[in-house]
């Protein structure tokens, strides 16, 4: 969201978010890149990486993703001088707190620009309904209606 409304960017992939470089030398991604937040803090990836379900993950795998999601948002944050990120997915709500913690760690240490420093991680207080709201609010935004 910018200036209360939706960023859609010329093919509707604005915010799209997984494919921004956490680590540089790390898996390769569907997209064809290396190191993207997908391929390293996925389901999936954690999944192949790790050997391990995602809701089984240890604690070193939780705050792992969480500080690369951190490192993921803060560039977000640094480029378009945002203040908060919410997150959302299996992932980021079924880690719980320490990936939150983690997160809120990585973003304190890369966020260090006058306008970005103290931006803010949270969890998606609709749950897992807050893609299918979003989705709405976009149909909604589409009609006219928002
Ligand atoms: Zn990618």
């Known amino acids: 969201m910018l200036g209360g409304r939706l960023l859609e960017g010329a093919a509707g992939n604005a915010g799209h978010i997984g494919h921004v470089v956490v680590e540089p030398e790390g898996r390769r991604c569907a997209c064809g890149g290396q190191g993207c937040l997908e391929a390293e803090a996925s389901g999936p990836s954690i999944r192949a990486a790790f050997g391990v379900d995602p809701a089984e993950a240890p604690d070193a795998v939780r705050a792992r993703t969480g500080t690369l999601v951190g490192r993921g948002v ?64 976009v149909g909604w935004a589409g009609l006219g209606e928002l």
């Open 74 to 137: 803060a560039s977000v944050a640094n480029l378009l001088d945002l203040r908060l990120a919410v997150v959302a997915g299996s992932v980021a709500l079924g880690f719980g707190d320490l990936f939150l913690a983690a997160a809120q760690a990585e973003l304190d240490r890369r966020c260090r620009l006058d306008f970005s420093v103290g931006t803010r991680l949270t969890a998606a207080r609709l749950g897992a309904d807050a893609p299918l709201v979003g989705a709405a609010a």
